[in-house]
């Protein structure tokens, strides 16, 4: 199994809502990344998991809050969002938390669209 | 602040043709250089590059990095149809995550 799983694949919220999108690997990765993809941009690093341990915060606003239960699974728990935050949200996973290398390569899953409105 | 900068953004070549990308980078306590080709979802891993003037080749594809000057290529070679896609470079620091370029969005035509 190499590769990443992320659900749901869309979401639609409103700005009150709270969902949570779920990112799971089974390849034993003990990194875990959050990107922020916007419509023709590149991906922005949001927060990284290291050992189930946020170890980068990209100066994330709160509204996102991400949790690591466990090594194989990421969430990122979405509250009060604004319709600004829609974009692709990319998770990604390396088996060493740094740095990514060809020995290391990060492996990322096909994403979640979300849509504020 | 860190910072990535590729070019050109936009490139339309025709199948057969040879591009040159361009990565230029500012980045404290620099750790390596990757190149994505990034279809239609997520991004997939080309080349990591931590050492100059060492090419590193895949089929059609190379990649270079120049440390001293601060940037690298990548090359392709005998362009396909199944090329055209976005290639973006990140930068890894000793002490950040990756930052990403903007992108090249290569379009190859038949």
């Known amino acids: 199994d190499t590769e990443v799983t992320q659900t749901p694949k869309h979401l639609v919220m409103g700005m009150t809502n709270k969902k949570s999108l779920k990112c799971e690997q089974h390849?034993?990765?003990?990194?875990m990344y959050w990107y922020k993809q916007k419509a023709k941009k590149p991906p922005e690093l949001m927060f990284v998991?290291?050992?189930?341990?946020?170890?980068i915060n990209e100066s994330v606003p709160s509204r996102f809050s991400p949790e690591c239960p466990n090594s194989s699974l990421l969430n990122l728990h979405l509250h009060a969002l604004q319709p600004e935050d829609s974009a692709l949200y990319l998770c990604?996973?390396?088996?060493?938390?740094?740095?990514?290398?060809?020995?290391?390569?990060?492996?990322f899953g096909p994403g979640t669209r979300l849509t504020v409105l | 602040e860190d910072k990535v900068v590729q070019s050109p953004l936009s490139l339309v070549v025709h199948e057969g043709d040879t591009v040159t990308l361009n990565c230029s980078y500012e980045?404290?306590?620099?750790?390596?250089l990757l190149w994505y080709k990034q279809e239609k979802k997520a991004p997939t891993f080309l080349f990591m590059l931590?050492?100059?003037?060492i090419e590193k080749k895949s089929g059609r594809l190379s990649s270079i990095l120049d440390k001293k000057e601060l940037f690298s290529i990548l090359n392709i070679t005998a362009t396909q149809t199944g090329d055209s896609a976005i290639y973006l470079c990140?930068?890894?620091?000793?002490?950040?995550?990756?930052?990403f370029g903007a992108g090249t969005r290569l379009t190859v035509k038949p």
């Open positions: 980045v404290t306590n620099f750790r390596s």
């Open positions: 990140a930068v890894e620091g000793l002490r950040t995550g990756m930052r």
């Open positions: 931590t050492s100059s003037g």
């Open positions: 998991y290291s050992y189930e341990k946020l170890s």
């Open positions: 390849m034993g990765h003990r990194a």
């Open positions: 990604a996973s390396t088996l060493y938390p740094r740095p990514v290398s060809s020995y290391n390569e990060q492996f």
